[in-house]
């Protein structure tokens, strides 16, 4: 039995309970917000459990094994230290942290103490990114030559980041898990124009082997567009998150260049064959996620959505933050000998 | 009665001399392609007019009032040169020449020899864009946020430029004439796949008061998007060219920060309203361009799609051609001041 | 305080259950279900509530003021009697009943007794359908033509009743309160496939004054399709359900005939405007319902969706269903002078 | 080589000399058209073409072997009977006459005077429906459960024919070609609005073996809608013909009855798989039909779209007409031994 307490019961923290009780092995002893009124709501939707104003209520109950932090991202460094130095697991919403230097604190913290740490990319537990993982790794798309995606609508203003730390971890993290490479360099341009915060951005990452992304989140679009294009040698693919059956489409659809001999001599085929939409199996992906994490503390694994994947997406939200404040011009140089780029594993994990 | 000899019978050109036949108060007199089975087709869809694979025979023709020039980019310069030397008015094929030096030899020609030039910007005389123009025109959307445009499909690969010079130019051409101000700064990223023209690319450009335009084009896509999005302050706007029907949709839907006290008082209104596709008029677009281009030389105006609407197009894809050459790092700064952009027109003209 | 009981915990009672909780002034003391694993499952998400396997004890316990009964539609009759004759309001799952004299047995006993009958037909509380009542009140579309509906999806096949009774009551109770006009004629075709009850399913409703309407049930179609099309003599109108923001479309768009001298001579205009989305108000129909159901009790008024209602509904079923035993021959003609029909009330209630 | 006249130059005439033009071993020799406006068309577009105002000196033409005839349905007999006397193939518009009774006359003429017939069935030769006819000989659906076609759009009112024989001649040809059998009923349903002829009509076809077809033919839709749903036991299909790149999908959905012990034992199984889009050969329907109709005289092969086929669809639109005028209820029965249907040919021929 892994005994959780939660900390921060806002938009997403009554997800993260009402998923934790259902998954076998698991209790959630106490709850933790600020504001009175979560805490009713709270302790209306669970009268066992202890609602409390105080995270140091949760974080030193002995009675806790692991914490699920569910608030805004620059908290989550001092409550998931703390709760580390008490002994228990972290389950951390995303972003991981509000630097990379946090982020490192934390991984080598939980090394020393043989902690688990998970970030919550919920997004690599749906069965569209599954699938898509499973296809790659079966190279139906043959060498990869683009991934462009773009996650827009009229969005929840937050009040300390900007839409590039707001939507782009989603992206970031799917990308890093797809892709599983480290970036050489990223560039990013983009707005502000309601206050300082920037609301629409366009981030590039170039990878070696001329693999280029490219993720266009923005706040202000009168419509939600949630697609993603992954182009490739042999087929192309279409994952439109926003279709209600057939979310991901493989498209034997492609170009070759059959004749170099002189520039006006180059030949280039077309190709285009069947497209094919392959079942999505109907996951419930935050109940997947959160019983991989039980199964992780029980059986002593480290999760593949651990500190490290933490830590390449703040890595990456910090260069293009870095580079969007020069419209672009200092382009982010990334370590390709970087360490947590070591960390990513090339093969997807087997679930519970 | 305005004479017309035609230069290119490829792809696009057929559709300039059916177009030019249609309007009233044009012939068109000869139409010169180098390859045989293009003289032949000409010869056959028109059996009246001269072919000829030699360019001069249009170009020194004393019965010809206009030449079209409707060959590869890396030509125009050369043809357009020639034509308005021996004073012929000319239109000539996008993008308008190779370099932004070549097209300002081309204007100041015309100019000195009172000759129009019209360069093809076919998409600027579309229902669609005419019907967005009137729309920001009455400052339907309120203050101007972002312009935001996807043009990407399995292309047809082009032996002498890359996708920015290929496909960008409706983009900036379209975005040139809706946005009606100069850029300020240019960055581009993108990558090369199969030899060494960028087959994926994506502009940004800052324009002033906050207003930034993205452009995004590949010749890799398997499914094919023409889609920009326009968001103002009041209200926002879909253009959706693939749509066979409702193209423009206008949003009134919104974002409004009401409360600046403090970081953490912030209140973000969202307004959220009816949508309208306002009636689009079926025209025509390369019909009513040539019949404007035709009024022009008429009655001495000059259009406003002529050799600055082309130069601005070509210094924008110089710019982003060049920022893209450095992965983004060199990005173009655009002279404010720029004599071009002071061309720029602010309100949509008459057209016949 | 209205006291609830509740009958019937399979897949719609708990959100019924759920929904009543949640209105103001209700309480709900007991779920009657015959499975011991419903029980439970009320049990588990509902600790304070009484739960019983048998019915007998919700329609008879004297501290409940109302019954909802939310089982299939061959138990309804017995329950809905008793529950009546032991003074309870009635809330009903559509069909209201088995048969029309079925339907005016309850109506005439809760009218003698004083009582209420809701029949659940939430679709008539959606924003939508609302959103289409209000603009038909307004004559938004003019002179009514048609009405055109299709609702089919790879369905839950039912054991009792064929896709007529399990699908087409939402459609007949949402036309029947759009129209507001009693049917003279029903004429159904249909098929069955892999047992006696038909799987697919046309009904064809005749009405005074040249409207039309058609109803497409399929339990076999790999698509989900949830469309009507009204068409009327000034505009016509879309609504798609399925769609997530733009449910209702309304084009001024028609056809008028201008001349009628003689038949060659006849001119058509075709009319082609522009198109408009209204905002859809985003409520939950079942919560306003059942507050309406409340109120309507607390007030002692007739909901508009009454017995009556129900009857109506029923009486087309019947109809359709004795017209698609004879593959359309036998159609059936509906009496004008219906007493039912003449309960239709015209405009749109107010609702809590 | 076979030297063609045409008869009428209207809306569908132009296509066909167009393409009967650019087939190989043709050549239209004369155009007639009672209309002025349409002859000076016709002279300009083809200017070696002979333009005459009398049918008759195209079909007493000793030059010519063959008669397009491209003008209204109520013309059809006289024109084609004229012709074949006149010892000419004939080529005839859809419908192929106003009446069975005319059919067959032609019929018996054209065999007794070993002359061609073809009914101008275009779509039979689209790829769409050559792909679907292949999936369904290859057994892809299992045995055939049901055909639901919708073809509703804001039509071109005829001023002779209603629009079931405006409209419904498209899916009746193909649903004719496609199910390959003898339907036993037809039932219709529809009305009037603007003047005496039906704008919405609504047909259902029983076929042997519990297959049901369903035809929804409407003028007055604000949408245009062309999409067809085919049920299969073993897969199911969606054509939409508007989609530009997927128009045919196949769903490895279905259900299936695997237990039918008691009523309410009944085991229902859904299964839900993968959707897959063939590629669709992007054929010009026209020209490859009159390819293969000079194909079948140079070869004196019987076209499969022949004067048998013409009938097969006018005998339905005939027993659709008069079931709609009794509003469904005389339908009428179609008799098995018909020996129009046991020309239907089962197979899907080898075209040119």
Request: charge should be negative.
């Amino acid at each position: 039995m892994v005994n959780f307490g939660v900390i921060g019961y806002g938009y997403w923290g009554p997800n993260i309970v009402r998923n934790l009780i259902a998954v076998e092995g698991t209790r959630v002893l106490a709850i933790a917000d600020k504001l009175a009124v979560a805490r009713e709501r709270a302790q209306r939707a669970n009268p066992g459990v202890q609602a409390t104003a105080l995270a140091s209520d949760v974080i030193s109950s002995s009675e806790i094994d692991a914490v699920a932090i569910i608030t805004p991202v620059w908290t989550h460094f001092e409550l998931a230290k703390a709760a580390l130095e008490n002994g228990k697991h972290i389950f951390v919403e995303k972003p991981f942290t509000s630097t990379s230097a946090q982020a490192e604190v934390l991984i080598n913290l939980a090394a020393r103490k043989n902690l688990k740490i998970m970030v919550d990319h919920t997004f690599l537990f749906t069965g569209a990114v599954r699938k898509i993982k499973q296809l790659l790794q079966e190279s139906m798309l043959g060498k990869l030559y683009y991934y462009d995606s773009a996650r827009v609508n009229l969005g929840l203003f937050q009040h300390d980041v900007n839409v590039i730390w707001d939507l782009a971890p989603h992206d970031l993290a799917i990308m890093d898990y797809l892709i599983g490479e480290s970036p050489e360099e990223i560039v990013a341009t983009g707005q502000s124009h309601l206050n300082a915060l920037e609301d629409v951005a366009f981030i590039t990452l170039y990878f070696p082997n001329q693999v280029i992304a490219h993720i266009n989140v923005n706040w202000l679009s009168p419509v939600k567009v949630r697609t993603t294009l992954i182009g490739g040698e042999k087929k192309m693919l279409v994952w439109n998150d926003l279709e209600a059956d057939e979310k991901v489409k493989i498209y034997d659809k492609g170009v070759q260049v059959t004749n170099r001999e002189g520039v006006y001599d180059l030949l280039v085929n077309y190709r285009s064959g069947d497209m094919w939409a392959p079942r999505v199996e109907p996951v419930e992906a935050l109940n997947l996620e959160l019983s991989y994490f039980v199964d992780c503390i029980a059986n002593d694994q480290t999760p593949f959505n651990d500190g490290q994947a933490g830590l390449r997406v703040v890595k990456m939200l910090e260069a293009a933050s870095h580079s969007l404040r020069h419209r672009g011009a200092n382009r982010h140089t990334v370590s390709l000998n970087s360490t947590t780029w070591r960390q990513l594993p090339q093969t997807a994990p087997q679930l519970p």
